[in-house]
């Protein structure tokens, strides 16, 4: 069974920093996309950050210049280091892995709550 595990989030002042981390376990599977999502209440779930295995990278227009994607495939990790937060930030963030299997299979995590106040 694959499990994600985020962490990272938490309550931070306009201008500041969070790195969000997702750790995936239980396949023996490669990943082929990593990705961030965000989703307010009652709204759409947004895909925010995307990097696939070849290295590809994706970002919403807001996230551009601020936010950074990387991954450690040895670790099965996603990272998202958010700076220069505002409150538009504010969010539950979700991380998404599709498997390299022949199904490329999709798994969530349980999300993170980032809150930009001060």
């Known amino acids: 069974q694959v499990r994600l595990v985020e962490s990272g989030g938490g309550l931070v002042q306009p201008g500041g920093s969070l790195r969000l981390s997702c750790a995936a376990s239980?396949?023996?599977?490669?990943?082929?996309?990593m990705a961030w999502y965000r989703q307010a209440p009652g709204e759409e779930r947004e895909l925010v950050a995307s990097?696939?295995?070849?290295?590809?990278?994706e970002y919403i227009d807001s996230a551009k210049g601020r936010f950074t994607i990387s991954r450690d495939n040895y670790k099965k990790t996603v990272y998202l280091q958010m700076n220069s937060l505002n409150a538009e930030d504010t969010d539950v963030y979700y991380c998404?892995?599709?498997?390299?299997?022949?199904?490329?299979?999709?798994?969530w995590g349980r999300g993170t709550q980032v809150t930009v106040s001060s």
């Open positions: 239980g396949s023996n599977f490669g990943i082929s996309t």
């Open positions: 998404k892995i599709k498997l390299s299997d022949h199904y490329s299979r999709v798994y």
């Open positions: 990097i696939a295995s070849g290295g590809r990278i």
